[in-house]
Each structure stands twice: as structure tokens, then as C-alpha cells.
T-cell receptor, first 113, second 109 residues
Framework: DAGITQSPRYKITETGRQVTLMCHQT?????MFWYRQDLGHGLRLIYYSAAADITDKGEVPDGYVVSRSKTENFPLTLESATRSQTSVYFCASSESHLTDTQYFGPGTRLTVL | TQLLEQSPQFLSIQEGENLTVYCNSSSVFSSLQWYRQEPGEGPVLLVT?????EVKKLKRLTFQFGDARKDSSLHITAAQPGDTGLYLCAGMHAGKSTFGDGTTLTVKP
């Protein structure tokens, strides 16, 4: 299917475990983003990528690692999950410039016990 | 960090009423976007405003960017239950976007 997909859609893990959230887009968009959305709040940028092998920190990068070996994939890894990382995580992509329309995936709801 | 404050945080109205939600900041943005998010889904872009004082209309929705490019408003005329959702504004500056916390709108039939 065309578009942007995230997996898994729901994940429950325990404190201290490593977790990887996957994001895949079929548009060949240059830019990809990871946001977290906490209950009652807007989106906060974790990391973004302007192209394959180019990544940069956003507003709240601590505790997260990203990579982008292929244009279409942008996985987000929580190296040692903490309860404060319980959130809904959204991946997004945009065609070229950072301020172009961002197309969001359906989100991954992560619970850290 | 540039902050965007949205108000009101929650709004519950009857079908057919008009409403306005606001997005304010002390910072200047190069452009501002409005998104709508439904439960269990990602945000979907409604509009981008770029020029100070700009007004854009999208059917029953009217978006305005402040003259100083620090604030914006979204006005909905004759709200419908299908307008229910979380409305987010996002300001763009120096290549990065900052989101407000959103206004949760409920339109009752």
C-alpha cells in the first residue's frame, strides 16, 4: 500500500528493555520525522532526517536513537525504555523542504511498565 | 525553544454554532500550519499560511495569519459533528516546526 506505515501499532514493554519502532514510506520523500504525543499535548519532535544517512536532533532526543540507511525507512530505537517514554509515537515524511506538508503515519502507542 | 499556545484547550458546542480557536506566540514564524487529528490517527494538514495578514478559506473554515506572523486563528462557521477532532497549529522557523498543544473540539448533533 502506498503511503506511510508504522509498526507495531501497539507495544507494551518493560523498563530497561530496548524497543524499536518502525516507519516506512513509499513516496521516496527526502525528509522523515519522529514525534511523540503525550496525553493532552501536541507533538514534540524527537529526531528528523533530511536524507539517507543524514539525521539531526529535535526537541526531545534524549533516550532515543535513529538511523536511516534507506530513504524509505526511519526506525526509532529506545535503547533502555523508561516509564516517561510511554507515549504515542508518530512518524511523518515530507517531499523536500522541512516546511513542506508533513504526512503522518497512524502512530504507535507504546506503554512502558 | 519557541512556544505556541493554543486556546481554548477544550471546546464543546452544538451543531450549527460558529467558533474560533487561537494559536499565539511571542516568536515570529516563517509560516504556520493547521492540522486536524482524529482519535487513533495521525494529524492531517488543513492549511499553510505564509504571509502576515493572510486569510485562507477552506469551505467553512477560515484561517488567518497575524500581521506580525506571531499568531493565527481558525474560524469554523456552522460547525458540524464531522468537525470534531483535535486542532493543532505548528509554527515553522529556521527549518524546524513547533507544535501547540491543540484544541479539542466536540460538536454535538
Amino acid at each position: 500500500d502506498a503511503g506511510i506505515t508504522q509498526s507495531p501499532r501497539y507495544k507494551i514493554t518493560e523498563t530497561g528493555r530496548q524497543v524499536t519502532l518502525m516507519c516506512h514510506q513509499t513516496w521516496s520523500h527526502s525528509y522523515m520525522f519522529w514525534y511523540r504525543q503525550d496525553l493532552g499535548h501536541g507533538l514534540r519532535l524527537i529526531y528528523y532526517s533530511a536524507a539517507a544517512d543524514i539525521t539531526d536532533k529535535g526537541e526531545v532526543p534524549d533516550g532515543y536513537v535513529v538511523s536511516r540507511s534507506k530513504t524509505e525507512n526511519f526506525p526509532l530505537t529506545l535503547e533502555s525504555a523508561t516509564r516517561s517514554q510511554t507515549s504515542v509515537y508518530f512518524c511523518a515524511s515530507s517531499e523536500s523542504h522541512l516546511t513542506d506538508t508533513q504526512y503522518f503515519g497512524p502512530g504507535t502507542r507504546l506503554t512502558v511498565l | 525553544t519557541q512556544l505556541l499556545e493554543q486556546s481554548p484547550q477544550f471546546l464543546s458546542i452544538q451543531e450549527g454554532e460558529n467558533l474560533t480557536v487561537y494559536c499565539n506566540s511571542s516568536s515570529v514564524f516563517s509560516s504556520l500550519q493547521w492540522y486536524r487529528q482524529e482519535p487513533g490517527e495521525g494529524p492531517v494538514l488543513l492549511v499553510t499560511v505564509v504571509t502576515g495578514g493572510e486569510v485562507k478559506k477552506l469551505k467553512r473554515l477560515t484561517f488567518q495569519f497575524g500581521d506580525a506572523r506571531k499568531d493565527s486563528s481558525l474560524h469554523i462557521t456552522a460547525a458540524q459533528p464531522g468537525d470534531t477532532g483535535l486542532y493543532l497549529c505548528a509554527g515553522m522557523h529556521a527549518g524546524k516546526s513547533t507544535f501547540g498543544d491543540g484544541t479539542t473540539l466536540t460538536v454535538k448533533p
